[in-house]
T-cell receptor
Framework: DAGVTQSPTHLIKTRGQQVTLRCSPK?????VSWYQQALGQGPQFIFQ???????QRGNFPDRFSGHQFPNYSSELNVNALLLGDSALYLC?????????FGSGTRLTVV | GDSVTQMEGPVTLSEEAFLTINCTYT??????LFWYVQYPGEGLQLLLK?????DKGSNKGFEATYRKETTSFHLEKGSVQVSDSAVYFC????????????FGKGTRLHILP
């Protein structure tokens, strides 16, 4: 049973560019949450998607947006990248109370 | 709002030493409590969890007890190994289905052979 799959695993972008990160949830999970983990910090909640709608949002600017598809997979989009957006981006899927995390996408903005 | 506070690291111990990483929380209602582990260059792995007061979560020799009276969930292991070197995160999640997970800042653990 595949767990949560994220792609790509690493990428490097230039300041001002846009990036899209992808997440395939664990089989049977219908909710996807995204977290940002800056170096040396704990993960911070970005937003959560359920039934193709954003259900909750953390304290992140509108440059961060997302989408959930009918098959429950999800994308995280970040526009106008800043150096401070460099981080590990984690996707977590859930059904009810149990969360499963992916291995993350490490984004470096130069 | 809900929050998690855990001891700052790094924590450096010799192999076979006893480990305690302190964690306290602030939350309304009755959250579930978790410890996650992150090995270098990897994502988060659930280490153990407890869903109600006085529950003890355990896994791979690690234990933590949900103490509502002291709002604590301290992580312990009787004899650490070099392979336990990692970053450990204490976390909580509210009782509602769509509640998000809130993490502490993490504690880096170094075990010396």
């Amino acid at each position: 049973d595949a767990g949560v799959t994220q792609s790509p695993t690493h990428l490097i972008k230039t300041r001002g560019q846009q990036v899209t990160l992808r997440c395939s949830p664990k089989s049977g999970h219908d909710t996807v949450s995204w977290y940002q983990q800056a170096l040396g910090q704990g993960p911070q909640f970005i937003f959560q998607y359920y039934e193709e709608e954003e259900r909750q949002r953390g304290n992140f600017p509108d440059r961060f947006s997302g989408h959930q598809f009918p098959n429950y997979s999800s994308e995280l989009n970040v526009n106008a990248l800043l150096l401070g957006d460099s981080a590990l981006y984690l996707c977590a899927s859930s059904l009810g109370r149990g969360y499963t995390f992916g291995s993350g996408t490490r984004l470096t903005v130069v | 709002g809900d929050s998690v506070t855990q001891m700052e690291g790094p924590v450096t111990l010799s192999e076979e030493a006893f480990l305690t990483i302190n964690c306290t929380y602030t939350a309304t209602g009755y959250p579930s409590l978790f410890w996650y582990v992150q090995y270098p260059g990897e994502g988060l792995q659930l280490l153990l969890k407890a869903t109600k007061a006085d529950d003890k979560g355990s896994n791979k020799g690690f234990e933590a007890t949900y103490r509502k009276e002291t709002t604590s969930f301290h992580l312990e292991k009787g004899s650490v190994q070099v392979s336990d070197s990692a970053v450990y995160f204490c976390a909580l999640k509210g009782a509602n289905r769509d509640d998000k997970i809130i993490f502490g800042k993490g504690t880096r653990l170094h075990i010396l052979p």
